[in-house]
């Protein structure tokens, strides 16, 4: 940045020019004179005193002369007004000044020499409301964006970049400069936010290395143990039953990881398609407490559903349904109280966006730890990992829940007590009610 001048008045005003011209007149003038007054004397001596009178009055016509053509000359100048005038923010169409401030990204304007002409609302909130005249270089301390309007600057072509602010929280950007070509060569510095596009990379790659690391644990359990089988277990028929009951079962978990990753795939698909379907939630509850039923039984949990007699029917893809009401159903047992309770109540509520049926799903378990909850839908999250696995969870369950209730544009409330147990709360637009066909009406004569 050392050589990049941040001097204002590079473009030569009418004023400069002026002042320029009346130094010619006073010059011309003095030549003039010097001429009139060397004329006069060389006169003097050839025709004596009376030649002295026209010398002087040619002189003095000569200034004259000198000082009009230059007075001319300023008149004929272009009319361009001063340097300071051009580079004012008040040139820019009050329209484009308010499309300017309603932009999301930051945008400013700066001058030829890098100082600041204009910030839209976004860019004021970076830099601050003192930034008129200043130079960029104090305004923001990115170097690689400062670099950049060097290059744009001298070069006069577009250049982009992109650049992190770490404090107070991180954020990504990427900036574009660009330099009008046209007077009075303004240089547009735009900001464009990249921070949720680098969390979504990022997320991705987490994903990746997440669902291989999942993956690699049971492969790598059931590559030992077929090791040891061949080995000194070869003729241990007890080891042997013993070792392949935990390779079923690590495989099991490999085919449940498996089902779950491309389930959540598939609803990531097509989370951008609203559901068709009508179903009937309560039903939809009663079958899948039933399909638990044996684990619930497994870890002596009563499980309860509880439906008022006529709810309406939501907008919904049964299948999917089923899997949000088992995922919940059977998080309630895992992480519930053996010999415990788990109650499913299913009624109608309303919000702004209209009538709704929801379904709550309650244990009286452990409970949840507060700062846990906000992140029990992230992939792979688990409060407690060696459990979950225990239990033969994946950390994928309520991923899924998220993506089909934010498919059945729904929501998904989670309250919970710590010692006391939780409560998971599908939320669901009620389909509308059906149009009765008019009744029959019969005519009595
Ligand atoms: N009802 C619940 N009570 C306590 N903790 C729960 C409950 N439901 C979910 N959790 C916590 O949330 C985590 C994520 O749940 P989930 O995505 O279904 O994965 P998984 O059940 O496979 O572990 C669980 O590992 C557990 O720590
Ligand atoms: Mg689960």
Not at 38 to 49: C, E, I, Q
Not at 201 to 228: C, K, M
Not at 287 to 311: M, Y
Not at 322 to 335: E, G, R, S
């Amino acid at each position: 940045m050392a050589e990049f001048a941040y001097d204002a008045g590079v473009i030569p005003g009418r004023a400069m020019a002026e002042k320029a011209a009346n130094w010619r007149a006073i010059r011309n003038i003095c030549l003039g004179l010097a001429a009139g007054i060397a004329a006069g004397v060389a006169l003097d001596f050839a025709l004596g005193p009376s030649g002295a009178w026209p010398a002087a009055a040619a002189a003095v016509l000569l200034a004259l002369t000198g000082w009009f053509a230059e007075s001319r000359r300023a008149d004929r100048l272009p009319a361009q007004p001063p340097a300071a005038e051009v580079a004012s923010v008040a040139n820019l169409s009050p329209i484009v000044r308010e499309v300017f401030e309603a932009l999301p990204d930051p945008l400013m304007l700066l001058d030829g020499s890098g100082r600041a002409l204009f910030a839209n609302a976004a860019m004021r909130a970076i830099v601050g409301m003192e930034f008129e005249r200043k130079p960029v270089s104090t305004l923001l301390r990115m170097p690689a964006v400062l670099s950049a309007i060097e290059q744009t600057a001298r070069t006069g072509a577009a250049s982009s970049v992109e650049f992190a602010v770490r404090v107070p929280v991180e954020r990504h950007y990427q900036a574009y400069v660009a330099h009008t070509n046209a007077p009075p060569h303004w240089i547009t510095l735009l900001l464009h936010d990249m921070t949720a596009v680098k969390r979504a990379e990022q997320a991705r790659a987490d994903f990746v290395a997440n669902a291989s690391h999942e993956l690699r644990t049971p492969l790598a359990a059931v590559a030992g143990f077929i090791d040891t089988l061949r080995g000194h277990a070869r003729d241990d028929p007890a080891a042997r039953e013993k070792f392949l009951e935990i390779m079923g079962l690590e495989a099991g978990r490999m085919r449940r990881l498996i089902d779950d990753l491309l389930s959540l795939n598939r609803i990531e698909l097509n989370e951008h398609v609203p559901p068709s379907g009508r179903t009937d939630l309560a039903g939809v509850a009663r079958d899948a407490a039933a399909a638990l039923a044996p684990l619930a039984q497994a870890e002596r949990i009563h499980v309860a559903v509880d439906a008022p007699p006529s709810l309406p029917d939501v907008t919904g893809e049964r299948d999917e349904l089923i899997q949000v009401l088992q995922n919940l159903i059977h998080n309630a047992i895992k992480y519930g109280k053996p010999g415990g309770h788990v109650w499913v109540k299913l009624g109608a509520a309303a919000s702004r966006q209209g009538p709704e049926v929801f379904a709550a799903v309650k244990d009286d378990g452990e409970g949840i730890p507060r700062d846990a909850v906000p992140r029990l839908t992230e992939r792979f999250y688990r409060v407690d990992v060696k459990r979950s696995r225990e239990k033969g969870g994946t950390g994928l369950g309520l991923a899924i829940v998220k993506h089909i209730v934010n498919r059945h544009r729904g929501r998904l409330q989670i309250e919970s007590e710590p010692g006391a147990g939780s409560t998971f709360t599908v939320f669901l637009p009620a389909a509308a009610v059906p149009s009765q066909p008019p009744a029959a009406v019969t005519e009595v004569l």
